[in-house]
């Protein structure tokens, strides 16, 4: 993994710089979320490392390039996405992630919780069949988050129940293997929804299905593509479009590779992007003003390489 950054925008200096490399021998996951986790300012890299047989956490320091704290490995998994919020209400953000499942083997998938500014493990928990995405909410207001997680087999919710210390399952549904999954309030009632991508045995017709914080299903839409990653369009209007990364294409025609936007609501198709030089994994597209100008695009990296559009 290397980090890149952009030097501040004018005409006469469009450079990027690289980082070192950290780690090597590593499987071709990843997961990294940018958090100064311990307010001095200076932002951090929540990361898991896709090293095959022991992955682990940390959180790294670009500037200086050194990991200003590591965790132990995952039980010879891969960490494959990381994502932050404040779970113990200390003010510091703290690090969720989720590993890899060992295919055919005894372990599973596992949610950990770490402390990073304390350097503890706030909780682990029980094995789940592969997972692939990591999010939180407080889907139920009472200030408390809670943690969604999507997996091969369908979606997970975890809540604190005092006087319990963890967090319990709250929810289950088993659907489709989970592709990606976001909770947001997208229709702006002040209550988040659940969308996913989950894929159908074949992996050729995935659906975009939306659930209430409940986890009742309220709607669903085949797409009739393959898609592989999902975000929300930022916009100035109440309600938001979905942004899709999908891939179509039968062998031996070379399969196409584009952003659709959908609304999230209907699943209509609103617009869908020119060709690119393939999907969008995981986690890998955000809204950034790399040009100081005030206006956002969308940047993006595709397994064929980084775009900014204009
Ligand atoms: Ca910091
Ligand atoms: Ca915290
Ligand atoms: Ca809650
Ligand atoms: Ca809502």
Known sequence: MRAC?????????????????????????????????DHDNIDELFLGSADTYSGYFAAYDFNSNTAEWQSPSNDFASAIAVTHADMNGDGYPDLIGITTGSSGGSGGSYVYIYDVHAQTLIWKSTGLSAASNVRTADLDHDGKLEIIVGTQTGIVIYGKHPPVSGYLQRATV???????????????????????????????????????????????????????????????????????????????????????????????????????PGTIPLNSLQYADLHGDGKKAISFATSGGMFYTR
């Open 174 to 276: 088993n659907t489709g293997a989970v592709q990606d999954l976001l909770v947001a309030d997208l229709d702006g009632d002040n209550v988040p929804e659940i969308y996913t991508l989950e894929s159908d045995s074949y992996m050729s017709n995935d659906s975009l299905k939306r659930y209430d914080s409940d986890l009742q299903l309220v709607h669903s839409t085949p797409l009739g593509v393959q898609a592989s990653s999902l975000y929300v369009e930022e916009s100035a209007f109440m309600r938001k479009n979905l942004l899709i990364s999908t891939t179509h294409g039968t062998y031996p025609t070379p399969s196409t590779n584009e952003i659709w936007a959908v609304d999230a609501q209907s699943g209509a198709e609103v617009w869908h992007s020119p060709a690119l």
């Open 5 to 37: 950054a952009r030097s501040h925008w004018t005409p006469a200096s469009n450079q990027i710089t690289v980082s070192d490399q950290i780690g090597t021998n590593w499987a071709n996951g990843h997961a990294f979320d940018v958090v100064d986790y």
